[in-house]
Structure formats: structure tokens, C-alpha cells
């Protein structure tokens, strides 16, 4: 066999590989996670829905806390709460805007230094289901591994654009542990 055909046939099977990742990806996106209790609660900034989840699970006391990880530094508390209909108490007792995270990297970082300042032992991670894949693999390399981590997706009508992007950005993430850096 010549060079140019090895080199062909094992771009072909990188491809079949990449590809039946993505429909893997694209087609199968984690779910809810209904009603399981957490000692806490995260929810990564941007994605439609999630903060509405995140405080929907602190309201029926699913968690006794809530962490929302890249927040806008212009964000003040009390607006935060007029948006979400949050009232002062709950807001005052139960939620942390955490304003250090600029990417899911960020959100992952400035989880596990919230973590490590309580004792929380359970985390529901809510982000959206195109983002929880990621999310949940970099927040599994921050924060301790005896720390349960309960994935909670929103649901979501991803564009293929976002599904690609997202895809690309998960095999980056997942490159990236099993390089020694």
C-alpha cells in the first residue's frame, strides 16, 4: 500500500469517527434531572432558561444554595433580583453572583474556589443541554472528586451552527486534560 493511501484511508476513519460523535453529540443531548436533591446548586451564565431552572430548584429546596457563575461585573444584586423576581431574603441568604468567570473554563474555576469555601458535597450543575457535556467535564476537573455532581439540562433547539461549534469545543476540552500542560 502507498503512503497516499494510508494517509486517505486514515483521514476516512478520523472522519467516520468525528462524525459518529457528532451525531452522537447532536442527536442524544443529556435531559433534566428531575427532583434530586444537591447541598448546592451552579448555573453558568448564558444560556436561556437556566437561571429561571437554577432558581426554580433553590425555590422548592431541592438545594439550599445557589451559585450563578459569570455574571456581568455591571450586574448589582438588586437588579439581579428585580429581573428574576427574587426576594430579598432568599437572595440574601441562599444566592451567590459569582462576577469571575468569563467562559465555561472561568464558570468551572470560580465553582470549585465557592465549593471549597462550603460544605457542599452534592453540585446540580444547570447550563443547557448543548452546554453540559463541557460544562460537566470542566467542572469535574476543578472541583473534588468526591464532590456528586448532578447534571441538569435545559432543554433546548440548538442550531446546527451551535451544535458544531459546541461539538468542536468539547473534543478541545476533552484534548486538552490528556495533555500534560
Known amino acids: 500500500m502507498r503512503f497516499g493511501q494510508v494517509i486517505r484511508r486514515a483521514l ?3 472522519f467516520i469517527v468525528w462524525a459518529l460523535g457528532f451525531f452522537w453529540f447532536a442527536v442524544f443531548l443529556p435531559g433534566p434531572a428531575g427532583d434530586a436533591k444537591t447541598d448546592a446548586i451552579v448555573v453558568p451564565t448564558g444560556g436561556e432558561g437556566r437561571i429561571a431552572r437554577g ?3 433553590l425555590r422548592r429546596r431541592q438545594a439550599q444554595q445557589l451559585l450563578v457563575s459569570g455574571v ?4 448589582k444584586p438588586r437588579e ?3 429581573e428574576y423576581d427574587v426576594d430579598p431574603a432568599l437572595m440574601a441568604c441562599c444566592i451567590t453572583l459569582g462576577f469571575a468567570a468569563l467562559d465555561t473554563r472561568g464558570n468551572a474555576a470560580e ?3 465557592w465549593v ?3 460544605n457542599v458535597s452534592s453540585l446540580r450543575l444547570v447550563t443547557t443541554d448543548w452546554h453540559m457535556r463541557r460544562a460537566a467535564l470542566e467542572l469535574s476537573s476543578e472541583i473534588p472528586g ?3 455532581i448532578v447534571e441538569d439540562a435545559v432543554r433546548s433547539k440548538p442550531s446546527l451552527r451551535i451544535l458544531l461549534l459546541e461539538y468542536h469545543k468539547l473534543i478541545a476540552a476533552f484534548l486538552a486534560r490528556l495533555l500534560p500542560w
Not at 456581568?72 to 450586574?75: I, K, L, T, Y
Open 55 to 57: 432558581l426554580d430548584m
Open 116 to 118: 471549597g469555601e462550603r
Open 80 to 82: 439581579f433580583a428585580a
Open 12 to 14: 476516512g476513519a478520523v
Open 72 to 75: 456581568d461585573g455591571d450586574v
Open 146 to 148: 468526591d464532590v456528586k
Open 111 to 113: 465553582t470549585a474556589a
